[in-house]
Structures are given as structure tokens and as C-alpha cells.
């Protein structure tokens, strides 16, 4: 059973920093890619960062030069700096994962989401 499970969430002041954690846990052969969604209420889902196992990374436009996301993925984790938060980004963060659990096949998994408040 493949897990991916997030850390880091709490409260900040605006202008300040968050760094969050999502580690994968189980049997895993591979990992193609890892990355951050977040949802803010009456939202959609949508894309913060993504970064593969090259290292390649993705940001949304909105956290480009603020956000850094970086993986250790020898300890199946990626890790999401968050600076210069401001309150719109109120949301619960989700980590997602390509990841084999069998030699080859990869599947994608979702986290449980781990909350990020940001007060003015």
C-alpha cells in the first residue's frame, strides 16, 4: 500500500514562510514525478509545483521566484518552500505522486491535504 503523506501545514503571517513535507511510504519501485496542488474554498483544484526525477521543476505562475519545490527522492520525500506568503493562498495543500508500485507500473497518488492559513 502506497501512501503519501504531507507535513509542515499550520498558521503564518502574511509575508511569512512555510516549508512542507510529503513523503512517500510503502513498497515503491519508482518515482516519476512528485509535486503540490492546492484547493482554497469554493476553488478548483489547481497546480503549485512539480518536480521529476531528473529534477525538472514546474511552478504555477503565481508562485514563480516566491516558491521553490526540491526532492530527496532516495527517502521518496519532496519538499515545498514557501516564502512571501500572502492570504489568498489560504488553502489546503495536497501532495500527488507518480509512483511505481511494481516494477514499471506507475500509478498516481493523492495525500490527504495538509492545511495552510495565512493571516493579514
Known amino acids: 500500500q502506497v501512501q503519501l503523506v504531507e507535513s509542515g501545514g499550520g498558521l503564518v503571517q502574511a509575508g511569512g514562510s512555510l516549508r512542507l513535507s510529503c513523503a512517500a511510504s510503502?513498497?515503491?519501485?519508482?518515482?516519476?514525478?512528485m509535486g503540490w496542488y492546492r484547493q482554497a474554498p469554493g476553488k478548483s483544484r489547481e497546480l503549485v509545483a512539480a518536480i521529476t526525477s531528473s529534477g525538472s521543476a514546474n511552478y504555477g505562475d503565481s508562485v514563480k521566484g516566491r516558491f521553490t519545490i526540491s526532492r530527496d527522492f532516495a527517502v521518496n520525500t519532496v519538499y515545498l518552500q514557501m516564502d512571501s506568503l500572502n492570504p489568498e493562498e489560504t488553502a489546503v495543500y495536497y501532495c500527488?505522486?507518480?509512483?511505481?508500485?511494481?516494477?514499471?507500473?506507475?500509478?498516481?497518488?493523492w495525500g490527504q491535504g495538509t492545511q495552510v492559513t495565512v493571516s493579514s
Open positions: 510503502g513498497t515503491i519501485f519508482g518515482i516519476r514525478a
Open positions: 500527488n505522486g507518480d509512483l511505481a508500485r511494481l516494477p514499471g507500473r506507475f500509478y498516481n497518488y
